[in-house]
Every structure is written in C-alpha cells, then in structure tokens.
C-alpha cells in the first residue's frame, strides 16, 4: 500500500490502522489515542459541551460497537502495535475510563496481556458534566506499555501526571494536545537508531503526532480512515502548525 503523503521522513496512510499495521516495523514510539467508543451512549445521555462534539461519531467512523467487538478491535490494534515496535520501543495508549450503565469500563481491559510499564494521568485541567451520577472527569490516562529495553532519557525525565489543557483551537472531534507526544518524544531515548526514530500514530486524527515528530526531526507513519482528517494533517505538517 503506497502512502498519500510522504514528506520529510513523515508517511500518511489513507487506510485501516489494521490493514498498515502488518507492514510496519522498527517504530521506537507509538503514541495514539483510539476512538472511545463513545458515540452509542451519546443518544441515551444528554453530555456538555466538551463530549457533544463526539455524539455522531467520527467523519468516517460511527464509534458506537458492541462493547465486545470494540474490546477486541482494540487488543488485536494492540498486538500489531507491540510487533511494530523495536527491542526498545513502547506504546503511548491514550484512553480514559467509560461509563457504561453505571459501570466504569477501565481501559485496561483493552490491553491484550501487553507488560504495562505505567499509567500516566493527563490531568486536562478542566472538565464538564451535566448528571449528577458521578463527579465531573477531569482527567484521562496514558497506558504505557514497553518493550523491556524502553528507558527515559534521564532519570527523573518527568512526573507521572502530565498538566495540560485540551487543545480549542483544533476542530478535529478529539484531538489531544500536543504537549502529550511531545514530552513522550522528549522525555523517551529515541535517539539510537540509525535513520532517526520513527514514531507511529495508527488512529492519526488530525496528525498531532506527526506534527510532533516533525517539529523534532523524527520520522513519522499516520494511518487514518478519514480524508477530511488527512487534509486537516496534511495542512498542519506543511505549515508546521499546531492549530488547524
Ligand atoms: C481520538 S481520534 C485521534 C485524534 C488525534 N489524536 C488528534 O490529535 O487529532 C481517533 C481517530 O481514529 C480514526 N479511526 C477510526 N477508525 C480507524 C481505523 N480503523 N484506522 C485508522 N483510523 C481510524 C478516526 O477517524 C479518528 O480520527
């Protein structure tokens, strides 16, 4: 499969993360953020403002599975992932727990049996809620997991909660800040290889990832079913932006 975009040492994928993913090796970083699963729930409970962006899915993507099918994606995307990797890479997972009929689902019953190094709490430093069910979130988590070779630059690189505001400018439906791939960028050796590091993001979005690799030399692989996210990557990589 040939990328829509390769420039810089930065390759996008139109496609299904899990149709890319066999073919890709040697990555040193992963870091990404799936679709939640979020979309079905959205028509039984009115959500704030924060979470109605999401109700109808994504552009290509509806984002409301059966519990079971969206588990199993996930663990199978997993896998591919932790085979992409080097001996010292490590996946990035960002997720958060979901609350389906008054029960929390914790992300990490999408882990398929991967070590789990650690969870980083992004704490967003902001929240909304319009039930009183439960406590307004205000947090998400970062699953780390590594390879037993993955180290930080340096002991001491960072706390494990990582403050940082949603990003309001971009007008992707969920996009993460860009703050998170970057202190991952700059806080993990990604320096070793020859070539430079490559940093993989399977669920691309708007190409906030990306942009973070490019914005510190590294090499990057997108893969994103929608076009309109592309361009919005696309846009982002060439102006070397971080708004959209
Ligand atoms: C949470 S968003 C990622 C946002 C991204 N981190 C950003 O900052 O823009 C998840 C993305 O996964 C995409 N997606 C859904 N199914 C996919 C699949 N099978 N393969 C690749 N991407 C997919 C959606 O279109 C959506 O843009």
Known sequence: MKPVYDECGIQI???????????????????????????????????????????????THSDDMPYPLYRGWQQ????????????????????????????AHLPFELNPGLPLRQVITWDRCSGFTNTKHYYTPAYEWILVMAKPGFRLSRVGASFDIWKVMPDAANKHPAPFPIELPTRAIDTGTLDEHPGGALILDPFMGSGTTLVAAKASGRRGIGIETSEKYIEM?????????FGV
């Open 76 to 103: 199978h995307c997993l896998n591919l992932c932790w085979e992409s990797l080097s001996d010292t890479g490590a996946i990035f997972y960002n997720h958060k727990p979901i609350l389906r009929d008054g029960i």
């Open 13 to 59: 994928y139109h496609a299904h993360a899990e149709e890319v993913l066999p073919y890709v090796s040697g990555v040193d970083l992963v870091f990404t953020s799936p679709p939640y699963n979020l979309s079905g729930f959205g028509r039984k409970v009115k959500w704030g403002s924060d979470w109605v962006k999401l109700i109808d899915g994504y552009d």
């Open 233 to 241: 990557a696309i846009k982002r990589l060439d102006q070397g932006s």
